[in-house]
Each structure stands twice: as structure tokens, then as C-alpha cells.
T-cell receptor
Framework: ELKVEQNPLFLSMQEGKNYTIYCNYS?????LYWYRQDPGKSLESLFV?????AVKQEGRLMASLDTKARLSTLHITAAVHDLSATYFC????????????FGKGTKLSVKP | DTEVTQTPKHLVMGMTNKKSLKCEQH?????MYWYKQKAKKPPELMFV???????INESVPSRFSPECPNSSLLNLHLHALQPEDSALYLC?????????????FGPGTRLLVL
């Protein structure tokens, strides 16, 4: 059974600071997704990481994937309040079914 | 059009009611999904339809019945639900089902079962 573990689950940080969210998974997968969810809202796709060593950046967020270590990171640079949300990583079980297994999510709160 | 729409946004139903949730996309995606998300929890996959055929049923109770009338529409029929079924129900779609396909999520239907 695939397990996807995120840490931390809760993160309170000040504006302007940097931090990293970690996503570990328990089985081989070459496809990892990061989503953002605002309270009461749906999930917004942030990044798709499709190969070992993949790195993608959008604004203050940068995601990377190490398939050998079964680890993905989401790095936040110079956080701003608008980044406050819950961030989920999701791992594709593979095959032809599109079966995503989500981590528990990291609730990020950025304070002035 | 890069949107997945869901109706209704909110639904309150009794345990003896029958209701349906509707999901629609016009992106030409051939895979559609139903997820259930309880408060402060991650989404959990319920069903996957690939090319209008049910390809995954994650051991969901029979009181939930999915239907895919065509490639743009996905319904979830609800009957005799329990209060513990109260949750946010999310629909998603992707170009195909599986490899390297980003799933795009709708806004969800927030369901309360009394």
C-alpha cells in the first residue's frame, strides 16, 4: 500500500522567511503533483513533476522531485500572506488508472 | 474553457432522500473522477471513469452510484446516505486516465446528511 507522508502538517511562518515542505512516499513512482487548497475551496494544481531531478518554479514556490529518495520538496521563498493555504502532494500509483494518493496536507499560515 | 463545474454547490439531504451531484467539463478530457474530502483531511478517490467506462471503484458503498452519460458529464447518485457521508465531494478531470495526467478539480459540492 502506498503511503504519502507530508511534514510539517502545520506551518506558521512570518512574511519574508523561507521554508520547505517535505513529501515522502513509500513506493516507486515517477509522477508527483502539488496542489493548493484555500479554505472552503477546491484544489488548484501547482506543479507536476514527472522525472527524477525535476525542478519547477512559479513565483515564490519551487518544487523538486528525487525519485531515488522518494522525496519531493516544496520550497517557499520570502513568504507573503497570500501563500496561506493548505498544500497537498499527491503521488500517482501508476498504471493506466490515474489513481492519486494524497498526503495529509500542510496547512501554511503566513503572518505579517 | 478550462473549467470543471459542479452543481449544486451545497446540498442538505435526509437519510431517506435520493439526490444527484453533477459534474461537467468541456475540455475534451476523457477521464473523470469523484473524490470525497472530509474536513481537514486529504481527498480520497471514490471512482474513476475512463472513456466513459468505470475503471476504478475504491470499495465505495452502494449508496453511492456513479454514472457517466457522456464524455463531458459525470453524475453521482446518492441514496440512503448516512450522516458520516457528509463531506465535500470533488469532481476532477484529466486528458486521459493515468500516466502524466494532471487532474483538474471542480469547486466541489458540500454535502450535509441529516
Amino acid at each position: 500500500e502506498l503511503k504519502v507522508e507530508q511534514n510539517p502538517l502545520f506551518l506558521s511562518m512570518q512574511e519574508g522567511k523561507n521554508y520547505t515542505i517535505y513529501c515522502n512516499y513509500s513506493t516507486t513512482s515517477d509522477r508527483l503533483y502539488w496542489y493548493r487548497q484555500d479554505p472552503g475551496k477546491s484544489l488548484e494544481s501547482l506543479f507536476v513533476l514527472l522525472s527524477n531531478g525535476a525542478v519547477k518554479q512559479e513565483g515564490r514556490l519551487m518544487a523538486s522531485l528525487d525519485t531515488k529518495a522518494r522525496l519531493s520538496t516544496l520550497h517557499i521563498t520570502a513568504a507573503v500572506h497570500d501563500l496561506s493555504a493548505t498544500y497537498f502532494c499527491a503521488v500517482d500509483l501508476g498504471g493506466s488508472q490515474g489513481n492519486l494518493i494524497f498526503g495529509k496536507g500542510t496547512k501554511l499560515s503566513v503572518k505579517p | 474553457d478550462t473549467e470543471v463545474t459542479q452543481t449544486p454547490k451545497h446540498l442538505v439531504m435526509g437519510m431517506t432522500n435520493k439526490k444527484s451531484l453533477k459534474c461537467e467539463q468541456h475540455m475534451g478530457h476523457r477521464a473523470m473522477y469523484w473524490y470525497k474530502q472530509k474536513a481537514k483531511k486529504p481527498p480520497e478517490l471514490m471512482f474513476v471513469y475512463s472513456y466513459e467506462k468505470l475503471s476504478i471503484n475504491e470499495s465505495v458503498p452502494s449508496r453511492f452510484s456513479p454514472e457517466c452519460p457522456n464524455s463531458s458529464l459525470l453524475n453521482l447518485h446518492l441514496h440512503a446516505l448516512q450522516p458520516e457521508d457528509s463531506a465535500l465531494y470533488l469532481c476532477a478531470s484529466s486528458q486521459g486516465a493515468g500516466f502524466q495526467e494532471t487532474q483538474y478539480f471542480g469547486p466541489g459540492t458540500r454535502l450535509l446528511v441529516l
